[in-house]
């Protein structure tokens, strides 16, 4: 199939020599070069902190996919933004069991933070100019895998446990004063698009950010407990050994 | 008489930088892949499928008999996929076993690749969860630069792969098949059943995908035995499981026990419900597994025990609710959560959960009538079993056990709106 029916995109000054550089990167990852698209659209996001018709047409290009095909994708997925996304992201989950611990009371309280002329902020709307420092894009998300320590919400895609309504505030206040609060489990918060970039694969220069806390007193309190007791798995034996090989049938 | 609480998948996480690999390989770690790289590939998945483990993903489905399906000297090329794209409602046990413990999931991986003969793996892990990934990526390179990972592993002719490949915030992808779709860079649909993943799967070739936590148990295996893993467990649901409390309980967290461990006993250890409220209803395995009620605290709580006492054992993630929470009101938010996950492929997910929504939402806002309850009940029967996957069957699991055992909360929004058309009336 040829691609000439495709509008033609002039995205030289969007995405340079370093964004292509990363995207054969991901493509020379896998045995079928399509399945870099997903770790594509986040490295697009990484420049220019959504997914626009630009981006697109770099995937496209890329992979030799029509618009059609990659705009398929990138609007199924929640993670790609279709307009451009505040410094950071705040997505709080929601979801049921979060929601009846305050989840609910947490965005609630910050849609009216954030909002303006006395409108509470949307889902995926942007508190600033979009990219601007103190600018902020609120969610609601689905359940975030952290229920032990809910409720919970995350800045770009980094953990802060065990909220309340006020505690929330006065993180979203200090992300607003361009400060970078730590989160409860993850590396020290930089923005939206720098945690899209690694979500593409790309480390480099960001080792320090591995030794985040990671493991709150909730992950490991069954294992401290444990400790605590005395309680083990049963010792292994010295010499367990394989079966048999089991003879073709 | 085994322990209380049998930590094995979690027993690391006490230890400092418990994510590098020097922590790793001074407790155990890469042992049971040197052992596994002696022995025959088949004796390993026999291994396997003597230790009896099951699927630690939701369904359960024996792992060695899994490994056993894929096809030997067929000329294609064989993918492991690791399912990490934990989604379910109240599961929590992935992401914090990969953050504490990336290393035991790529020997896992290491081992049962060489058993299924493949030569790449990938890491499916939800996007949303990052520093997860970034300990994955580390670790990866790491074992990549000792040997673990790449050609002639250990010297042992054994090539492998293995890339971890970020999601981008789609619950379906949970489903296999949609992970697999989704990993080829499409939209996460799940295909239809047969051929299954085991003879076309990823790329159209032969592949096993598994949960997290069930890899990660297989270094285990190999160093304790079979038999070793059966001295935790029941019979049919050997070993240790991770169960996740969540919610009105005094000490949330990850509690590591033998398989069919009961609520009341892993309530005990968590300290009991929050404050003294009592229990109102529970999910032993995610918000798709049906409710459970304070009558249910002694069912053993593995894949046996929670079905035949109407649920699943699902993932172990035991969301509570003391008597504060209303249930119609529970069951219409993880209503919102399918409505809005539904993938949009199969008429019955897709207009059913929006539809559900709808009743739900207004009964919720106190406008319910009389013949919601049936209404709702009819829509998930026209779901269950009609559906493309199984998201749809766990779409109407709150719902259809939430009135199973708390009906007069549905009929109460009901009741209120018919009193008042009656009086409008007279």
New interface residues.
Partial sequence: MTQTQEPTHDYADVFGQDTVDRARAIIA????A??????M??LVQSVEGYVSQNGIAFCADQ?DLSHAEVS??AT?????KRRPCGEHLV?VC????C???GGDAIYAKLREHLGADGKPLGHEQTSGEPGEPGSITLEH??????????PVL?V????FDNQTPEKALELVKALQAGEKPH?T???PLTDFRQ?EL????F?EG??A????P??A???????????D?G????A??DD???????EKK | MVDQLTPVLTKRWLSPRSWTLKTYEQLEGYTALRKALKAHPDQLIQQCKDSGLRGRGGAGFPTGMKWGFIPQGDGKPHYLVINADEGEPGTCKDIPLMMADPHSLIEGIIITSYAIRANFAAIYVRGEVLHCIRRLNAAVQEAYAAGYLGKDILGSGFDLDVVVHAGAGAYICGEETALLDSLEGKRGQPRLKPPFPATAGLYASPTVVNNVETIASVPYIVNGGADWFRTMGRERSPGPKIYSLSGHVERPGQYEAPMGTTLRQLLDMAGGMKDGIPLKFWTPGGSSTPLFTAEHLDVPLDFEGAAEAGSMLGTTALQIFNETVSVPWAVMKWTEFYKHESCGKCTPCREGTYWLVQILQRMVRGEGTAGDIDTLLDVCDNILGRSFCALGDGAVSPITSGIKYFKDEFLALCDQNSKVLAGATA
């Fill in positions: 990852r896998y045995p079928y399509r399945s870099a698209l997903l770790p659209l986040h992979l398929a994708v199924f997925y929640t993670m790609y997505s929601t979801n049921t069991l929601a009846a611990l998300a689905e359940c975030l895998a952290a229920c032990d320590l809910g995350q770009n895609y980094e953990f989160p489990r993850g590396a945690a690694q979500l593409a694969g480390f960001r080792e950010d591995l030794d985040g990671s493991a007193p909730e992950t490991v309190r069954g294992a401290a407990l444990a400790a007791r309680w083990t798995a049963p292994m034996p367990a050994e394989f079966p048999p090989l089991p």
